[in-house]
């Protein structure tokens, strides 16, 4: 598999090309933005290679506690991490609980100290409203971290299978004879 400095760099190397064909399909400027800052993100920071210790992982800095538990449950290379969609999916849920969670707790404490500008009831139907209001962009954001993970599990493979395939040629295959057949009778 690539080094996490190669990933970056295919990362880096591919964004410009991402960046193209988004604007091209979508002639909009903003999902043209969310889908290449999606990508970036992911390449750099949201990788499937979280289940590691990895560059990824440390780029988090301080927070990058919030990825132990991840990495305790995730086997790397799993469909869970590596997987297409799946992988993404379960990241961005799992991002989401720390997220929420963390939000909570903020919540609760200004609570307690009276500074609520608004009811949960209210800040429920504001997150539902944004939800509905920017569907296409909340897509376009999952397509570019999505694109960003694919990226990096295809060249893990196909590295892999590079790697596979020089050493087999590297290492000669040895003709049986039949001298040797009946001599190991």
Request: no cysteine.
């Amino acid at each position: 598999m690539p080094s996490g400095q190669i990933h970056d760099r295919i990362t880096l190397w591919s964004l410009p090309l991402i960046t193209a064909v988004t604007r091209i399909m979508t002639r909009n400027g903003d999902l043209t933005l969310i889908v290449s800052g999606g990508f970036f993100f992911s390449g750099l920071m949201f990788s499937p290679d979280l289940d590691l210790y990895s560059r990824p992982f440390k780029r988090w800095g301080w927070l990058r506690w919030i990825w132990l538990p991840y990495q305790k449950v995730m086997r790397h290379r799993s469909i869970f991490s590596h997987g297409f969609i799946l992988g993404t999916t379960i990241r961005i849920l799992y991002l989401g609980s720390w997220i929420i969670a963390l939000a909570g707790v903020g919540f609760v404490i200004m609570y307690l100290f009276q500074a609520v500008p608004w009811t949960g009831e209210e800040l429920k139907q504001h997150i539902t409203r944004s939800l509905l209001d920017y569907q296409a962009h909340w897509i376009a954001l999952f397509i570019g971290l999505e694109l960003g993970a694919i990226l990096h599990s295809v060249s893990d493979w196909t590295s892999s299978t590079y790697k596979r395939y020089q050493r087999r040629k590297q290492t000669p295959r040895r003709k049986s004879t039949k001298r040797q057949r009946t001599s190991n009778r």
